[in-house]
Each structure stands twice: as structure tokens, then as C-alpha cells.
């Protein structure tokens, strides 16, 4: 892997403290028919180290937002508005553990939010390659591409003094028909100070609270309902 760890380290620099991004994500899915199809979804995300982090989720069906303060964390479905909150004391890292177990949602580019992104990233790779330097959207990057075991993933890394990812892709080689999960990076913001409100979990007008249990029910049936079209 000579020549490529050494700028997924510079990377993971820039990601101390606190950031606002956006992404733009496609995930192929199957249908009952076993048509593949790609469904997309846009991601805002501001995250405060060590321990808030607010996450939307948009796409044509559904609206979430989910909510970290440090001491508990929170799911909102907007579209229904609905929520669910439990206990969580400890850090992004714990909270992101939490909210896989008892809501059954797994955040997306969980990998970039954690407390070592480096290690997150690269201690299952087998093999690395600098594949060479490219244009994403405009923006001049250097295209790294490593294997693991059952995937293979990319990353186009910004050139100069701010190497953010600007595009990311994992090939789940091990399931049929090998999908593709991709997010395009954007609005990349180090600057901006978060203050405790923006991840403070308010109710909207009307919103109902329900148990823990009801709402991974809810988003365990979203995803057969997903792939049964």
C-alpha cells in the first residue's frame, strides 16, 4: 500500500473537531423481480468531537433526523412525525453502537464519523493502490482504490490543503450482481461553530413519542418494503 496510507492519514487530520457536510448517496438494491435499481438519498451532517453529532437523511419517501447531545440519542421521523429516544452517555462512537442495536438503522459513512477514521478504514484492508489523480466534479483529486476481504472500496481525495474525500464507493463483491454503494461529498465546512442547540432534540408541533421497540419495527419493515418493490 506504498504511497497511499500515508494521504488517508493526512485526511483523517482535518476531521478533528467539528465539520458540516453534505453527500449525496446511491445504494443498489434488488428487487422480487431481481432487477437492480439505484436508490439515492442526501445526507447532512454535523458532527462536534467527541461527542455531538446531528444527522438528516432525505430522499423521495422518508425524512430522519437523528440527534446526539452526549448524553442521549434521539430518531425522528419526520415524514410521520414520530420519534424515539434513548440513554446514551459516552461518545459518537458509542452513540453510533446505540442507535445500530436499539433503532436498527446503521449510519451512513459511519466510517468518516468515528473517533479513528483511519483505523475504521484501513485495518481490514489486504492491498491498496494509487490509481492516479482525476476530476470530481471539477474539484482535482487523487483516486485511491484497497480490497478487503468482501469488498472493494475507492476514494477520491481532494488535492491541497484541505484533502477532504469528495467521492467514495464500496463494491460489495461477496453478493449477487456485486452493488455499489456511492456517496459525492460537498459543502465541506471547518469553520462554522456549532453551538449545543443544533444537536438538542426539540419535538416538532405535534409529534408523537413512541417506544424503542416500535421504531426498529418501523425501520426493519422500511427496508423489506424497500427491496420487495
Avoid at 459513512?109 to 485495518?123: M, N, Q, R, Y
Wanted: hydrophobic share 35%; glycine share 6%; aromatic share 8%.
Amino acid at each position: 500500500m506504498r504511497g497511499t496510507t500515508p494521504r488517508v492519514t493526512v485526511l483523517m487530520t482535518v476531521f478533528n473537531g467539528e465539520r458540516h457536510l453534505r453527500a449525496e448517496i446511491w445504494q443498489d438494491i434488488q428487487l422480487s423481480s431481481g432487477q437492480q435499481i439505484q436508490a439515492g438519498r442526501t445526507l447532512d451532517l454535523q458532527v462536534r468531537r467527541p461527542n455531538r453529532l446531528h444527522a438528516e437523511v432525505h430522499s423521495p419517501r422518508r425524512n430522519r433526523e437523528l440527534l446526539y447531545d452526549g448524553s442521549s440519542i434521539t430518531l425522528l421521523n419526520r415524514a410521520q412525525n414520530f420519534y424515539g429516544t434513548i440513554h446514551a452517555p459516552g461518545n459518537i462512537d458509542d452513540a453510533m453502537d446505540t442507535a445500530s442495536e436499539k433503532f436498527g438503522i446503521a449510519m451512513p459513512l459511519d466510517d468518516f464519523v468515528g473517533s479513528d477514521p483511519h483505523k475504521d478504514l484501513l485495518e481490514k484492508v489486504t492491498s491498496g493502490t494509487d490509481i492516479g489523480s482525476v476530476n470530481v466534479m471539477g474539484i482535482p483529486c487523487e483516486h485511491l482504490a484497497f480490497s478487503q476481504n468482501n469488498i472493494d472500496w475507492q476514494v477520491w481525495i481532494e488535492k491541497g490543503a484541505k484533502p477532504v474525500p469528495r467521492k467514495f464507493v464500496i463494491t460489495y463483491k461477496d453478493e449477487l450482481g456485486s452493488p455499489e454503494f456511492t456517496a459525492i461529498f460537498s459543502n465541506w465546512d471547518f469553520t462554522t461553530q456549532l453551538p449545543d442547540f443544533v444537536f438538542k432534540f426539540e419535538p416538532p408541533p405535534g409529534a408523537s413519542k413512541i417506544d424503542v421497540k416500535e421504531l426498529r419495527e418501523e425501520n426493519q419493515s422500511h427496508k423489506t418494503e424497500k427491496q420487495s418493490k
